[in-house]
């Protein structure tokens, strides 16, 4: 009972400090200062027609950065969990594997579903990283879209061994590349991350706002490395 | 319409609040988790709403020159974007974390866990 109490009185506390705040904010109250001048300036400044794009990979690429690493870490911890206590008894594991010990074939339905969605489903997840500074999407999304599709393939067959080396390095190869560029930046252009050291290109075209492109393309790699081998190591626990 | 979204959204933290401070198994505190983590995204996306505003993205519909008053803000939907795909990873990292838990003492229950009781 106490305990009961204890809770609402908790959920009371974080109601009323919510409340304030949430009543300050309406529709109406129009863009920030800082909002203001991403909107007016940042298509002149970076040249990419989709302002989050500019907001997410230059404006606040450095959060970007730390939010990759935080991607990377849970990626490690996952892997770390998971892969620990069976890289010993995997051999053996892998034999009684073989013996279909518990797990169900997937249905042909989704086999055949499986194969046919594959290659469009990768091609839709790099489609939405190439146009990420044109059109809504952009690496993370993409990336999202592209883990997508190995796990419906892993869903469908599993015996299914996935290449491990390329995936660790095509992440380890994106997220260092995506460092290098970032100091290219600062080399050739006006600071870390700061995408103006290409050729800005033709407003709205695919070839445009400097190296967005390449850091979201980067990012899309990285992300659907990174949570491919996520779902790769969540499979092989169970 | 603001309002509407943020009461949700204020609603989904309240019961993911509510369920990590009530339930007792790791992956119900999991499930309450991603409910709070979705109710911050809905209130960060509804804080950056503009009414009548559109998409950020300009093209032939939204020219650049007087975009400002018909978008909406871009700097939450930038944080949204990115943290909904990490909240993924923080959430396969908390399930790894179950399973290793499950795998070792066969249970998923926290009082079955002593070994931080005091």
Redesign the interface.
């Given at each position: 009972m106490m305990k009961r109490l204890i809770?609402i009185l908790?959920?009371a506390a974080?109601?009323l400090g919510?409340f304030p705040l949430?009543m300050r904010?309406?529709?109406?109250?129009?863009?920030?200062a800082?909002?203001?001048h991403?909107?007016?300036a940042?298509?002149?400044e970076l040249g990419a027609?989709?302002?989050?794009t500019?907001?997410?990979v230059s404006y606040?690429g450095l959060?970007?950065l730390g939010?990759v690493m935080?991607?990377f870490t849970?990626?490690t911890?996952?892997t770390a969990?998971?892969g620990a206590?069976k890289s010993k008894s995997h051999k053996k594991e892998k034999e009684s594997e073989r013996d279909g010990d518990g797990r169900r074939e997937g249905s042909e339905l989704l086999a055949t579903g499986a194969a046919f969605l594959f290659p469009i489903l990768v091609l839709f997840g790099i489609y939405i990283f190439l146009n990420g500074h044109?059109?809504?999407g952009?690496g993370?999304?993409g990336?999202?879209v592209l883990a997508s599709a190995f796990l419906l393939l892993l869903f469908s067959d599993c015996r299914l061994e996935l290449n491990h080396a390329l995936l660790k390095g095509a992440e380890a190869i994106s997220g260092a590349a995506y460092v290098a560029v970032g100091l290219l930046g600062l080399w050739l252009a006006g600071g870390f991350l700061d995408p103006r050291f290409l050729p800005a290109g033709e407003?709205?075209q695919l070839f445009s706002a400097g190296a967005i492109p390449i850091i979201y393309i980067l990012i899309g790699i990285k992300?659907g490395s990174?949570?491919t081998g996520?779902v790769d190591?969540?499979r092989r626990?169970? | 319409m603001t309002h509407i979204v943020l009461a949700l959204g204020f609603l989904l933290v309240c019961i993911g609040f509510w369920g990590l401070m009530t339930r007792k198994e790791v992956f119900r505190l999991i499930i309450s988790f991603s409910l709070l983590d979705t109710g911050v995204h809905v209130i960060m996306v509804g804080i950056g709403y503009v009414r009548t505003g559109t998409a950020p993205i300009f093209d032939e519909a939204l020219a650049v020159a007087g975009a400002v008053g018909k978008v909406v803000d871009p700097v939450p939907s930038a944080l949204v974007l990115t943290a909904i795909v990490i909240g993924l990873a923080v959430t396969a990292l908390m399930l790894s974390f179950a399973i290793r838990l499950h795998a070792s003492r066969g249970s998923l229950a926290v009082d079955d866990m002593k070994e931080l009781k005091w």
């Open positions: 809770i908790a959920l974080i109601a919510f949430a904010i309406s529709g109406d109250s129009g863009l920030t800082l909002a203001t991403y909107v007016e940042g298509a002149d027609a989709n302002l989050v500019s907001v997410v606040r959060d970007t939010e935080v991607l849970a990626t911890g996952v969990l998971l206590g044109l059109t809504p952009g993370f999304q990336g999202v407003f709205g992300v990174e949570l996520i190591a969540m626990c169970s | -």
